[in-house]
Structure formats: C-alpha cells, structure tokens
C-alpha cells in the first residue's frame, strides 16, 4: 500500500508555471505506474500524464502535450507535474495516482491508490 499527498497547488495568472508534488510513503513509487488527473467544478475527472515503472515511457493528455511533463525523483519518492504556459481551462483539483495496470493507465479506473488532490486556479 502507498499513501500519497499532493502539493503546490495555487493561484495564478494564465501563461505562469507551476510545478506539482506528490510525495509518496509506504512503499516506493518505482513499484507503481504513476499518473495526474484533474478535474474541474462540474466534470469529470480526466486523465493528464502518467509514468511509467521504468521512467521511460510517459504520455500526456492531447490538452497538455507541450506544456506538461511528468517526472519522479526515486530518491525523494516524488513524482511531479510541471506546469507550463497555463490557461483558464487548467484550473482544475489535481489528483496523483498510484497504480499497476500498464492498459489501463489512461483511466482512472487504472489506479488503485490516490491522493487527496491540490486546487490549481488559473485566472485570465
């Protein structure tokens, strides 16, 4: 079992940056596929990027390909999502998952273990 906790979360303006935590205790995040999601007041909980055990494989939500990128620090059991060139439609919670379903690792449905979210805010 792992435990996640999600942070650096804010508000701020549309074209700024910001880089999302997920520190991770109870087992290390190298055993897991690690994935962000979001979702917005109203909808549902989308997929953003996910990593993969190895690191080497990544993948990215067409709406943030080019802007986001997903990485890990092993040593720091951390997983981040850095954030660039942000727009209104980013605003959203952002949620890290843990989980181990490699077909599975687009969906929500793919992920066992869950953070309980940072409130990212874009304004125009």
């Known amino acids: 079992q792992v435990q996640l906790v999600e942070s650096g979360g804010g508000l701020v303006q549309a074209g700024d940056s910001l880089r999302l935590s997920c520190a991770a205790s109870?087992?290390?995040?190298?055993?897991?596929?690690m994935g962000w999601f979001r979702q917005a007041p109203g909808k549902e909980r989308e997929f953003v990027a996910t990593l993969t055990w190895g690191g080497a494989s990544t993948d990215y939500a067409d709406s943030v390909k080019g802007r986001f990128t997903i990485s890990r620090d092993s040593a720091k059991n951390t997983v981040y999502l850095q954030m660039n060139s942000l727009k209104p439609e980013d605003t959203a919670v952002y949620y890290c998952?843990?989980?181990?379903?490699?077909?599975?690792?687009?969906?929500?449905?793919?992920?066992?273990?869950w953070g309980q979210g940072t409130q990212v805010t874009v304004s125009s």
């Open positions: 109870g087992r290390t995040i190298t055993s897991y596929i």
């Open positions: 998952a843990a989980g181990s379903s490699t077909l599975r690792r687009l969906h929500d449905a793919g992920y066992r273990y």
